[in-house]
């Protein structure tokens, strides 16, 4: 299977870079490259990515309001941030926006393509360390007034789901959740997939920040 990523980013040497660099990969190629997030809407109907490396700063619409206008889209493609910042509050904005991974620009290109296919295989991909600070974040910052409210969405999973929404949001991957909970990797992902569709959430990295949001109280004290 190839893997088909769109490119948005205002910077050409960047777009240009990140194309030379990826289509040395076999399985990865670059569908196309817009610089604004105003054109990704009609990127996507012309070029079908798979995957969209989208950028954080950009003139007109930026990353975040771009991330989120197309995981709103029926069936979008996976969303990796891909920018030379690490501001927490970008990163957090970025996963709560529905975005499946946050690479830095500086990323060595074989872990860039890794996290594309990671992605687009459905498992989240961040920068080392990047989960546990926003998992950090989501306590320290405004979550009160969502605290209870995650609680009560949570209920609405069954306590086996809920169990492999813990493992989630823990980081685990549905190999290791299934040897934690004795299931197969089909069996999570059916979990998962129930999961996402109850709560209606974009992704598994969404599940993590609402189970974050459920137990800051209890995380805090």
């Keep these: 299977m190839v893997v088909r990523v ?5 910077d050409a040497l960047v777009r240009s870079g990140l194309t030379f660099l990826l289509d040395a990969f076999d399985d990865i190629k670059v569908v196309g490259a817009v610089t604004d997030g105003t054109q990704v809407a009609g990127a996507i109907n012309r070029d079908r990515p798979d995957v969209v490396l989208m950028d954080v700063r950009m003139p007109g619409m930026d990353g975040l309001t771009a991330t989120a206008a197309l995981r709103a889209r029926r069936d979008p493609p996976e969303v ?5 910042f690490d501001r927490d509050d970008h990163v957090v904005r970025a996963m709560r926006a529905g975005a499946s991974g946050f690479l830095l620009k500086h990323t060595p290109p074989h872990d860039i393509a890794r996290a594309i296919r990671s992605v687009a295989a459905g498992e989240p991909m961040l920068s080392p360390g990047v989960l546990r600070r926003v998992m950090t974040m989501a306590a320290a910052g405004d979550v009160d007034p969502r605290e209870e409210r995650a609680r009560v969405v949570l209920q609405q999973l069954s306590p086996g789901e809920r169990e492999v929404a813990l493992l989630v949001a823990q980081g685990h991957t549905n190999q290791e959740i299934g040897v934690a909970r004795l299931m197969s990797t ?3 992902k059916a979990y998962v ?3 996402l569709a109850k709560l209606k959430l974009a992704n598994r990295v969404q599940i993590a920040l609402l189970v ?10």
């Design 212 to 221: 974050h949001d459920a137990t800051a109280g209890r995380d805090a004290g």
């Design 193 to 195: 997939s129930r999961i």
């Design 6 to 10: 769109l490119l948005v980013d205002d």
């Design 186 to 188: 089909a069996t999570v």
């Design 80 to 84: 990796i941030m891909l920018t030379t």
